[in-house]
């Protein structure tokens, strides 16, 4: 990673000796992201990076996929109320599924 960025603006910020040791999302998106792209911290990262802000000016119908078991996104943590003040929201929530699929077996 150190020689891909190098030459970004906030590179020289990026706890590069660290990044070995992380062990969860967060730790990494403290030591690099936030770091790399000039966030004052992982909180103003996670905030201004959230889609969740756009919801009330999606103007064409969509379906949000949204799993319970997502391990990224605080999906407890959000209020639901959000998806229901746009009538263009189609909120989808399943127990299983993940962040990025909803993986099923041929054998259950």
Same mark, same amino acid.
């Given at each position: 990673?150190?020689?891909?960025? #190098?030459?970004? =603006? ?6 590069? &000796?660290?990044? %070995?040791? $992380? ?33 009330? #000016?999606?103007? =064409? ?6 799993? &319970?078991?997502? %391990?990224? $996104? ?35």
């Amino acid at each position: 990673l150190a020689t891909i960025f #190098k030459n970004y =603006t906030y590179a020289w910020e990026v706890r590069w &000796e660290a990044l %070995s040791d $992380v062990s969860t999302v967060e730790e990494f998106d403290e030591n690099f992201t936030r770091r790399m792209f000039g966030y004052e911290s992982v909180m103003d990262y996670y905030r201004k990076s959230s889609s969740i802000q756009y919801l009330q #000016k999606i103007h =064409t119908p969509l379906l949000l996929l949204l799993a &319970e078991d997502d %391990s990224i $996104v605080d999906v407890p943590g959000i209020d639901k109320q959000l998806f229901l003040r746009n009538p263009n929201l189609v909120l989808a929530l399943t127990k299983r599924g993940g962040h990025v699929a909803w993986h099923e077996s041929l054998h259950p």
